[in-house]
């Protein structure tokens, strides 16, 4: 089974790097912002960068469709049957995509979210497959969501 692992830098990278081990024996890649921080996960893993979005850039339209296209192509040519994300950034469009693709959806929100929702997590919501929260507090905010514990 081929998997993604996507998110954006930060720390939602950190998390994400902790699910590397439950994946290893399956074909999995990456898809991650570029930035300092994820440089060098190309020197140990199959890893695709995407640019990096913040919102108040003024470039953020053009890194989104540039994001769009590259993330076409990824899941073009890699055609993974699952994506895991932490979220943020580009990986939003990336997952609406996927979906669009047939991928299963993955979602495991943020550590750092323990009363209300992110962004990223109200939007993939409505279309993950699986939907993780890290603490139990959030069960009020995604009562379909699946509290198993943290990632740290």
Known sequence: MKIC?????????????KIIPAVAEHNYFIITEQSEMS???KDQERVYFLAQQERKNLLLI??????????MYILMKERPKVIITTGAGAVLGLCFLGKMFGSKIVYIESFAKVYTS????????????QFYIQWEQLREVY???TYRGSLY
Request: glycine letters at 12%.
């Open 39 to 41: 440089r060098s996960l």
């Open 118 to 129: 992110s962004v990223t997590g109200r939007f993939i919501y409505k279309i993950a497959d």
């Open 62 to 71: 053009i890194h989104l469709l540039l994001n769009l296209l590259m993330s």
């Open 143 to 145: 009562p379909e969501g």
């Open 5 to 17: 692992l996507a998110s954006s830098t930060g720390g939602h990278l950190g998390e994400l790097k």
